[in-house]
């Protein structure tokens, strides 16, 4: 894994001045990725396994852990199911495997995002810091915000069926996409949400700056929710914002 940091600015890094843990037995791919960070902003902690992990945490707390999947003990996959017994610190998964079953089972008990080797240092950090802006929206929202029902403009979204109401109490259909999208945007109303953040959060994995479809995905989503106004707003050369009121109960 090479990579040229020579155009990184650690001013241009949302994340810069979070800790981020490394946790990987190879030392190679250890020192590049913490170098890496390190240049990027980041305060970086390194361990090896899951002993030096525990140690590392025992030493203060982080913003996010970047897990590697094989590990000498106990694995990524047992040390992410032990962490979220106790502790909701993001978790971004490293693993040599390409075998979905594997990533699954990782987002299945807890990691929030997951990069197969070898990869692009570059989207690793794209990647961190996604996870880092999901996890502060989330901690922006009060208990209440978490409820299950979610109601705007005389519509209402049961995120427990995962079902949508209009305002004649119709149900519309939503796609998985759209419902993502729409709770997205429910999520942090009155905020602009950039194309990257819209189409990482709906379908797990970093925009590049040609790709288009989040456009698409809003304009089917306007086409459904907007027959009395305009929710969705176009802010231009930024994103998309929410207009409407959103309350939760």
């Known amino acids: 894994m090479e990579y040229d940091n020579s ?12 800790t981020v843990l490394v946790v990987d037995d190879d030392g190679q791919i250890l020192q590049l990725v913490a170098k890496f960070l390190r240049a990027s902003g980041f305060h970086v902690r390194t361990a090896r396994n899951g ?3 525990a ?5 203060g707390p982080v913003d996010l852990i970047v897990l590697d999947l094989m590990l000498p003990g106990a694995n990524g996959l047992d040390l992410c199911r032990d962490l ?7 978790v971004v998964m490293l693993t040599a495997k390409g075998d979905d079953v594997d990533r699954i089972i ?4 807890g990691a929030d995002d997951y990069l197969a080797k ?4 570059r989207e690793l950090l794209a990647r961190i810091n996604a996870v880092l802006r999901r996890s502060r929206l989330r901690a922006a929202q009060p208990e209440a915000a978490r409820s299950r029902t979610i109601a705007f403009a005389g519509w209402r979204l049961d995120t427990l069926k995962r079902e949508l109401t209009n305002p004649a109490g119709v149900v519309v259909d939503l796609s998985a996409g759209e419902y993502i999208l729409l ?8 905020r602009v949400l950039t194309r990257e953040y819209l189409l990482d959060a709906a379908r797990n994995r970093v925009s590049d700056s040609f790709d ?6 809003v304009s089917r989503l306007r086409r459904k929710i907007e027959s009395a106004g305009e929710l969705i707003k176009t802010v231009r050369g930024a994103g998309y914002l929410f207009a409407a009121d959103v309350s939760r109960g």
């Open 84 to 90: 979220r017994r106790t502790s909701t610190v993001p």
């Open 183 to 190: 709770l997205t945007f429910l999520e942090a109303p009155q």
């Open 7 to 18: 155009s990184v600015d650690p001013r241009q890094n949302p994340g810069a001045l979070d």
């Open 106 to 109: 990782g987002l299945e008990i």
């Open 118 to 121: 070898p990869f692009n240092p």
């Open 212 to 217: 288009r479809s989040i456009d698409v995905q």
């Open 51 to 53: 002993v030096e992990m």
């Open 55 to 59: 140690e590392s945490l025992r030493h």
